[in-house]
């Protein structure tokens, strides 16, 4: 089993960045897709970006496709999201995640390990 821990949120200002990254230690991060969700008061938990254990392919979500970057370096078992133009609309709690086995799936019971979470708060 693997284990997650995000780290890097806080509270910005409407247009500014933050790079979110996500610690793996344990067995099995390497080999599988992974994926960031987020979570706002009173919402559904809702898939951000997803990247292909390889790292060659990654997905978006239409409301952060163009300011939002996913990647990950396996050698040192980390996954990150880079968060540029941070709208207000971009506050929540932000999770990584590891698939258990298909491809940008949506849905949070397709993960199978999940981080504590780190929060993230814009304001205009």
């Known amino acids: 089993q693997v284990q997650l821990e995000e780290s890097g949120g806080g509270a910005v200002q409407a247009g500014e960045s933050l790079r979110l990254s996500c610690a793996a230690s344990g067995r099995g991060f390497s080999n599988y897709d992974m994926g960031w969700f987020r979570q706002a008061p009173g919402k559904e938990r809702e898939l951000v970006a997803s990247i292909r254990w390889s790292g060659g392919y990654t997905t978006y979500a239409g409301s952060v496709k163009g300011r939002f970057t996913i990647s990950r370096d396996n050698a040192k078992s980390r996954l990150y999201l880079e968060m540029n133009s941070l709208k207000p609309e971009d506050t929540a709690v932000y999770y990584c995640?590891?698939?258990?086995?298909?491809?940008?799936?949506?849905?949070?019971?397709?993960?199978?390990?999940w981080g504590q979470g780190t929060q993230v708060t814009v304001s205009s």
């Open positions: 995640a590891r698939s258990r086995g298909g491809w940008a799936e949506s849905a949070p019971s397709l993960y199978d390990s």
